[in-house]
Each structure stands twice: as C-alpha cells, then as structure tokens.
C-alpha cells in the first residue's frame, strides 16, 4: 500500500475517529438510567462556538519527564483549552506546564485507586473530565460492564450524582477501537491489541474540538530524558517508548502529521496538528 500523505492521513482520522461517549442510550447502561446519569450535552457540544469548533488554540500537556526545565507554562497557558492526563499536577510546576486545565482525561486507575484521592483530590475539580478503560475488543458493553480492567462505574456514578454540575464523560469502547484501527491500520508491525495511550486518545479528541492543537513532550524534545513523569521521580524509559500502549507507533504517527518546524520538536518538544474543521477531505 502506498504510504500517505499526511493530509490524508489527517483525513483518514478524522472520517474514522468520531468522538464518542457513552450517552446511556445502549444497554446494559440504558436499563442502569445511565441516559439521566451522563452529562445532558455531548463533549463535541459542551464548548460549541455555533457553528465552529470549540477551541481556536488547544495545548496537549503530556506527562513526560522532559518538559521539567522548558520553562513553557506561560507558552501552553496561552491558549484557549489546556488538556493535561491523569494524576499529572500543576501546582509547583507552572513555569513548565503552566497551571491552566480545561479537561482532564484520566484511565480507570485514576477512579479506583485510593492513592490517587480521585473523590478529595482538587485536580479533579472545576475541570471537564474525560475517563476510559481498556474494553474488550469485541465491543461487547454486557462484557466490559461485568468486567472493566479497573471498575470505573461504580466510582463514576457516585461521583455523577455528587457532582452533577461538573461534566465528566466515558469515552465509548468504540473510539477507543477506532483510534488503536487507525494506528494498525498505518503501521507495517502487528501493534500490541492494547488501546493507545491517554496521550493519543487526548491529541486526537483536541483535533475534533479545536481548529489548532500544540501538543508538548509527546514526541521528545532534545531534552528528553528517562524520567518518566515531570512530577515523580521515577525512571522508566518504556513511560516514553511504550510497553503496554503502542505508544511508539503512536508518536510515529503524530510525527508523520507534525506541520510544526523541527525546531519547534527539538527546543519545545512542540508539534502542532490541524483541527478537523480546518481541513477539507
Ligand atoms: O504516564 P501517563 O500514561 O499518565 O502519561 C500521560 C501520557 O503522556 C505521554 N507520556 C508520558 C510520559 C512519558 N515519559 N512520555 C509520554 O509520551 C503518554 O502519551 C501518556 O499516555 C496513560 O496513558 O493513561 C498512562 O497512565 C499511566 C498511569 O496509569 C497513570 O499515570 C496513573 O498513575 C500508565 N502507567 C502505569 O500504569 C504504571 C502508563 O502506562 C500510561
């Protein structure tokens, strides 16, 4: 097959990877009264500009170890929506992250595990939130429902009614599919049957909500490093390579739509990425 180009790359995404959240609709959550539980408005609607996309300008903090010393938090917080992953604080690192979130996405770990004080934990307020667990790929709802890799639900509906004002989705196996199809789908290897990282998962959502997405430190800058998180101090080069995720072909991929200069990857670690709305397929 003929490699791509990355417009139809881009194209290609976008046509496959339609955002999606359970609405509560399907069973078995329809019969739970999920439909009542979600947030009323969809995630593609929550920020909607009439007929625009959400965002003019979206900035995707990763994790990584290397933004620690970039001294980009003015930089990222200058844009219109910050997305940041999971447990990954701001709070005495805002010269290098800044300290703005508009959404968070968090895996199910986040919910279920008590060291992360999902429930008390103030990075999880006053923020949209974005949550997903590994599904079967057979896409069966019954077959996640009775068995998700870590039980979000239970966590997430006591959370809802407790919170109700505050929006916070599960992404629907589907996407989650689509994106790890999309990834496959322009890899020669076999990829590992595990769905992308949250890094992928929130670069290619901020493409369906923002007309321009920045993304930091997800293909390294020049200084990368192994430290795996800015805000631990912990060292494991698969945090950046990838063990579980296909985390290299992700960013093999993200590269491959990178419209950014090179210097922006090597000083920044910066790609910038073309929201959906702004490309005619
Ligand atoms: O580490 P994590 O990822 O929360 O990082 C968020 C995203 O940033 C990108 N990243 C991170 C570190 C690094 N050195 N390079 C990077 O490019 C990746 O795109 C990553 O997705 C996850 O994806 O949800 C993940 O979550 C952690 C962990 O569950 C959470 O941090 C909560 O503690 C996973 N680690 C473990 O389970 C031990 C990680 O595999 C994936």
Known sequence: KAAQSAKELVCQMKAQAQL?????????????G??????????????????????????VVT???????SGLGKEIDSHDAVLR?????TEGYDRDVGNKTTIRIINSQILVNPRYRFNTNS??????????????????????????????????????KRNSGQPFYILHPSYLWKLWDVIQGNTQENIQPNPPSSGFIGILMMMALCEQVHVY???????????????????????????????LFEKRLIQRINTGPESDLKMKGRVTLPGFSTVNC
Do not use: M
Request: glycine residues 2%; hydrophobic residues 35%; proline residues 9%.
């Open 63 to 69: 994790s990584a170890g290397a933004i620690l010393h």
């Open 217 to 247: 430190e997800y293909i390294p800058s020049l200084r990368q490093t192994d430290l795996c998180h800015y805000h631990e101090r912990y060292v494991d080069i698969a945090c950046t390579l990838g063990a579980y995720h296909p985390l």
């Open 123 to 160: 990075i999880y307020r006053n923020v949209t939130l974005v949550a997903w667990d590994p599904p079967p790929y057979s896409l069966n709802l019954h077959k996640w429902y009775a068995s998700p890799d870590f039980n979000l639900f239970s966590p997430y509906v006591e959370y809802r």
């Open 85 to 89: 992953f999971n447990s990954a604080p």
């Open 34 to 59: 999920w439909a009542r539980l979600v947030p009323s408005l969809p995630l593609d609607q929550l920020y909607r500009r009439q007929d625009k996309s959400s965002f003019k300008t979206c900035a």
């Open 20 to 32: 999606r959240t359970v609405d509560g609709l399907e069973e078995p959550f329809a019969s739970l």
